[in-house]
Nanobody, 114 residues
Framework: QVQLVESGGGLVQPGGSLRLSCAAS????????MAWFRQAPGKEREQLAV???????IYADSVKGRFTISRLNAKNLLYLQMTRLKPEDTAVYYC????????WGQGTQVTVSS
């Protein structure tokens, strides 16, 4: 079955950077469009960025210009490079397809605080 495992989160100061990874298994990764989501306490899960199988990317306004989604098909890996982090970026971050076709992984916690 499909498994999604996120990693790379942590505590970072405002203005800092982190790179998240998502290891996918049980699917033909190179053919899947993939996305990053996050869920902050008390808020609904939101989609942040999408990368289509052909490489095209789109971003939510809240992260445009600060976050970059990328993929390494040879290793079934999805990345999210996050820069200029803000306290409001604090959340649990998840990967999935844009249509949320698979069971959520455990996510990775990102905390932006001084």
């Amino acid at each position: 079955q499909v498994q999604l495992v996120e990693s790379g989160g942590g505590l970072v100061q405002p203005g800092g950077s982190l790179r998240l990874s998502c290891a996918a298994s049980g699917m033909t990764f190179s053919r899947q469009s993939m996305a990053w989501f996050r869920q902050a306490p008390g808020k609904e899960r939101e989609q942040l960025a999408v990368i289509y199988s052909g490489g095209t990317t789109i971003y939510a306004d809240s992260v445009k210009g600060r976050f970059t989604i990328s993929r390494l098909n040879a290793k079934n890996l999805l990345y999210l490079q996050m820069t200029r982090l803000k306290p409001e970026d604090t959340a649990v971050y998840y990967c999935n397809t844009p249509g949320i076709n698979f069971t959520w992984g455990q996510g990775t916690q990102v905390t932006v605080s001084s």
